[in-house]
């Protein structure tokens, strides 16, 4: 034990360091546990008939997205209530490029109300991955 405290005074850097990792990694797997793999949202999409909500830009919704999709840029969200009222009491699932603002786009849509909002992690790149179709317009 006096060998662990010694490390730790003489190396406290890389000690910080490692605590500050590991509590990303935890903060990470607790927030990505509500979201949905590419496969699990086709699912949902076919059986639940989910809509999948786009959270990046018009510009990017436009190169290509999710067969439909409804482009709901994140600066737009708090419209989310009025634009997905018909969509109500369905599952949505929050896409964006990468799957690492989705998460925080689906904690808001639950909190406007949207009590089934799940991300799909890995966002689009993991959905093109799994070649899965994607539509432009």
């Known amino acids: 034990m006096e060998q662990l405290s010694e490390f730790v005074i ?3 850097i890389l000690v910080t360091a490692f ?3 590991l509590g990303i990694l935890i ?4 927030s990505g546990s509500s979201g949905v793999s590419p496969q699990e949202a086709v699912m949902l999409m076919n059986r639940s008939e989910a809509v999948v909500v786009d959270i990046r830009s018009a510009d990017d919704f436009a190169k290509g ?5 409804v482009s709901l840029p994140q600066a737009d969200l708090d419209k989310a209530p ?3 009222r018909k969509h ?4 949505v ?8 603002t989705s998460g925080n786009a689906a904690r808001q849509l639950r909190e406007n109300g ?7 992690r890995g966002g689009l790149a993991a959905w093109r991955q799994e070649n899965l179709p994607v539509a432009s317009s």
């Open 82 to 84: 009025d634009k997905l």
């Open 88 to 91: 109500s009491g369905k599952p």
């Open 10 to 12: 003489n190396h406290w």
């Open 114 to 120: 949207f009590e089934d909002a799940r991300s799909i």
């Open 65 to 69: 997205h999710i067969i439909a999709a």
């Open 19 to 21: 605590c500050a990792v």
């Open 93 to 100: 699932l929050v896409c964006c490029a990468t799957g690492t």
């Open 27 to 30: 903060a990470n797997l607790l």
